[in-house]
């Protein structure tokens, strides 16, 4: 299909769902288990509802964001998903190079197709990227995996911790997927804070779940803190971040003023940003659709890139806000979905 039939994110999805092979579909698309959490991450978005104010002059709607002190054009960003070459030769090379020319920030995974030299390269001049860690067993490599990718210039990295061993994902396993994962089991917060004193770069812990582990993050002086269920591949009827979000926000809101929140799961449209948002998260990622407008190469994901962008613009217009810092819990309805 033409890349400019393309008018949402989700229909990336309808064309990856045709076009790829079953088996690299399902490594992109599979959930844990029954994948109850994968269609909870979607649906939950509509369970929060939006409260527009009127009569506000909304003539420029500015999207800059900032993230740990680098300008970016956009509040959303490139998730860390590997393999990247199942739908392009080019894989994270072409992710790079659209963040870039959209100004947007990517952060490539550990698990990548090409190697972190090699994406660093195609950094655009000022161009800002961070990267995913996984914590290896092996500790020869897990320490020159942090080398490398200081070294080539990542601004900070994302350390995974929804993954001390892999998730029971029915759907991919059937196709062969390998089932076994490096990451070590006897992380804690201790090696965290060993981590940190291994690198200048900061380092985020990906996939907080609880206000428990929010505040733990926050005591341990992270400089920020990224609430993911790993795209629901991990644990089945874990909560989305959306809830995580709300859990956060009833129980120890400070968390949100003490620490930068990312957070990402489900997010495909520009509601669904700005409701995140709305809570006190400050980047929100998206996973599965970048890698899925891949298929059309780097002007896919330029052209999702843009979409989301206009969503987002023409969505806080009919929200009644000019810019995106004055959004709080003000704008949304989220009665029922109390957590915890
Ligand atoms: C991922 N994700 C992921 N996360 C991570 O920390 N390291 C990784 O290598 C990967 N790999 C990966 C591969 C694929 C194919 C997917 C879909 C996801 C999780 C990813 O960073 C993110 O948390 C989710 O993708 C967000 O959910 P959505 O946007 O896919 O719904």
């Known amino acids: 299909p033409a890349l400019d039939s393309i008018k ?5 999805e309808a064309v990856a769902r045709r076009h790829m092979n079953v088996s690299d579909y399902s490594y992109y698309r ?10 909870r991450s979607l ?5 929060v ?6 009569l506000v002059d909304v003539t420029n709607i500015s999207l800059n964001t900032t993230i740990f002190g680098h300008e970016f054009s956009a509040p959303f960003f490139i ?15 072409n992710l790079a190079e659209a963040a870039g020319a959209g100004n947007i920030l990517y952060a490539p995974s550990l698990g990548s197709t090409k190697r972190i030299e090699e994406i660093a390269a195609v950094a655009a001049p000022g161009q800002v990227m961070f990267h995913q860690l996984y ?11 942090v080398k490398r990718i200081e070294a080539a210039g990542f601004k900070g990295i994302f350390v995974t911790v929804d993954n001390p061993i892999h998730g029971a994902r029915t759907r991919e396993s ?3 997927w390998p089932s076994t994962t490096d990451s070590d089991p006897k992380f804690t917060w201790e090696s965290y804070q060993e981590l940190r004193n291994m690198t200048s770069l900061p380092v985020i812990p990906k996939g907080i779940q609880s206000v428990e582990d929010a505040l733990l993050a926050v005591k341990c002086g992270a400089p920020g803190i990224y609430l993911s269920n790993h795209g629901a591949r991990q644990l089945d009827t874990s909560q989305s971040p959306l809830e995580i979000a709300i859990e956060i926000y009833e129980n120890a809101p400070e968390v949100f003023k003490e620490t930068f929140v990312f957070a990402d799961g489900g997010v495909r449209y520009g509601t669904d940003v700005l409701k995140l948002l709305a809570l006190g998260v400050k980047a929100v990622g998206l996973g599965r659709p970048f890698m899925y407008s891949n298929l059309f190469g780097r002007q896919g994901v ?24 004055q959004l709080d819990t003000r704008w949304l309805n989220f009665g029922r979905l109390s957590a915890y």
């Open 135 to 145: 914590v290896s067993r092996n500790k020869t490599k897990f320490a020159s995996d």
């Open 174 to 176: 059937r196709y062969g």
């Open 49 to 54: 509802k939006l409260r527009p104010r009127t």
């Open 43 to 47: 649906e939950i978005f509509d369970q």
């Open 79 to 93: 998730a860390p998903a590997a393999r990247a070459g199942l739908t392009h030769p080019r894989a994270e090379l």
């Open 30 to 39: 599979t959930g844990a288990a029954g994948e109850f959490a994968y269609r």
């Open 8 to 12: 949402g994110i989700p229909d990336f």
């Open 302 to 325: 330029e052209h999702l890139i843009d979409i989301l962008k206009e969503e987002i613009a023409l969505d806080a217009a009919n929200l009644g806000v000019a810019e995106l810092k």
